[in-house]
């Protein structure tokens, strides 16, 4: 692919045969009390139980190793403070790569210690201006190359292979839910989705408190959100010029998901499916827990896109229940 060309569904088929033996094949759980709260049917796909407890180590595997037949370079960069790190650590390791990733505050120290435990080199920093600053200096002083945690061609077809996964094993969805962030995933599972069936409608699900994509899709241009102070820390970030091309084309709607809808949903996933899931992931549930209308009836597709969440912070979050 081109620096300036979008990833299509034959990219996504292009990550899937690479990314076969190296990723989890994840299962897909029903869910009768899902069923109940839509009056259809609901499968998800517990991408929290990929390696590094996230979907994010698809696309960065892939990522890696696209550059790597591309492009020659010593060292891998990002700039992740969330499940992005992890997958570029757990990537760079297995391709034999040292990895150097910026993290800038916020950290979360559950996900920074995860982080750590692969042995990379891992920067601190105020402020993602800063972060894009340092990356660009790490890049240059180890002939590195950069992985855009979501805004990376590479990187959005190789998160579309979870959808294209999803559905072969249940092909038959009206409806796919996903979180949105910066739109990695949701462009990725676009792609998947409407290559194997264009009447397939996929919704993004956004916090309320980091409403930016919505309002970016309507007016065609990216915004930056009002504010970001959601506990879902990783749809904090906004969309990139590639996510939003995609979504504009393929996108059905967006689910508004108001903070206080999150630890229900957290909750609900723990004591009626037995998973345990971040605040982001839980996010895309929330649409069906509370009887979104579209969603009445469908056999509705719902990707928990991570789990990377410490129990004291599950203990803390589930005491205010």
């Not at 180590?57 to 020659?72: D, H, I, L």
Request: overall charge negative.
């Amino acid at each position: 692919m081109g620096d300036n060309s979008l990833p299509t569904f034959f990219h996504v088929q292009q990550a899937a045969n690479l990314l076969n033996g190296v990723v989890y094949p994840t299962p897909v759980l029903g869910s009768s009390y899902l069923d109940e709260q839509c009056g259809g049917c609901v499968f998800a796909k517990c991408e929290n139980l990929q390696r590094t407890g996230a979907f994010k180590f698809r696309g960065a595997y892939y990522a890696v190793s696209r550059k790597e037949a591309v492009t020659p370079f010593k060292a891998v960069v990002t700039l992740s403070s969330g499940n992005h790190a992890q997958g570029i650590a757990l990537a760079s390791r297995l391709l034999g790569y040292p990895a150097y990733i910026v993290m800038p505050d916020p950290v979360n120290p559950f996900k920074r210690a995860k982080v750590e435990e692969f042995g990379v080199n891992v920067r601190i920093v105020r402020t993602r201006a800063e972060g894009e600053e340092l990356a660009q200096e790490l890049v240059h002083a180890h002939q590195g190359v950069f992985i855009h945690p979501f805004n990376d061609c590479d990187v959005i077809a190789g998160q579309g292979t979870a959808i294209l996964e999803f559905l072969q094993e249940v092909p038959q969805l009206d409806v796919v839910l996903a979180p949105l962030g910066g739109g990695g995933l949701l462009s990725g599972a676009c792609l998947a989705a409407h290559g194997l069936n264009p009447l397939i409608r996929v919704y993004g699900c956004e916090p309320a408190r980091a409403l930016d994509a919505l309002l970016s899709l309507r007016e065609g241009r990216i915004l930056m959100p009002h504010t970001v102070d959601t506990m879902a820390e990783g749809l904090r970030t906004s969309l990139g010029n590639l996510t939003l091309s995609i979504l504009q084309d393929h996108l059905q709607d967006v689910f508004v998901v108001e903070e206080e809808e999150i630890i229900p949903a957290m909750k609900m996933a723990f004591e009626q499916m037995k998973m345990v899931i971040e605040p982001s992931s839980a996010v895309a549930l929330a649409p069906i827990l509370r009887g979104e209308p579209a969603l009445c009836g469908k056999r509705v597709g719902v990707v928990l896109s991570g789990g990377n969440i410490s129990m004291s912070d599950v203990c803390s979050m589930m005491g205010g229940m």
